[in-house]
Nanobody, 130 residues
Framework: QLQASGGGLVQAGASLSLSCAASGRTFNSAAMGWFRQAPGKEREFVAAINWNGGSWSGGSTYYADSVKGRFTISRDNAKNTVYLQMNSLKPEDTAVYYC????????????????????WGQGTLVTVSS
């Protein structure tokens, strides 16, 4: 139901845009997130975006400190798609990137926790060379 795409091999400093297209149901009223897993490491939070009716303290988007200022999460409800624009990529950004969705109309207490999300895409590989 979630299809992530847009990964690839780029040099450090380059940009990539990931997409997560939902099918089978609408996620317009669901919080969405991006996570990543580097080789030999645990999956980690990257960014999250709430739906228009949801609220988190501090705003409707959340970022890991490691990507803040470089990555931007956004959504296009008309296309049932969430995006992750990644700029100034670093070798340490190399990972498989996964998109995730909370069940619609459900609140998320901690958008950084992968246990909050109910649906997961298959992942797309991002490789950043130095």
């Amino acid at each position: 139901q979630l299809q992530a795409s847009g990964g690839g091999l780029v040099q450090a400093g380059a940009s990539l845009s990931l997409s997560c297209a939902a099918s089978g149901r609408t996620f317009n009223s669901a919080a969405m997130g991006w996570f990543r897993q580097a080789p030999g490491k645990e999956r980690e939070f990257v960014a999250a975006i709430n739906w228009n009716g949801g609220s988190w303290s501090g705003g409707s988007t959340y970022y890991a400190d490691s990507v803040k200022g470089r990555f931007t999460i956004s959504r296009d409800n008309a296309k049932n798609t969430v995006y992750l624009q990644m700029n100034s990529l670093k070798p340490e950004d190399t990972a498989v990137y996964y998109c995730a969705a909370k069940r619609p109309l459900r609140a998320i207490a901690n958008p950084r926790s992968d246990r909050e999300y109910d649906y997961w895409g298959q992942g797309t590989l991002v490789t950043v060379s130095s």
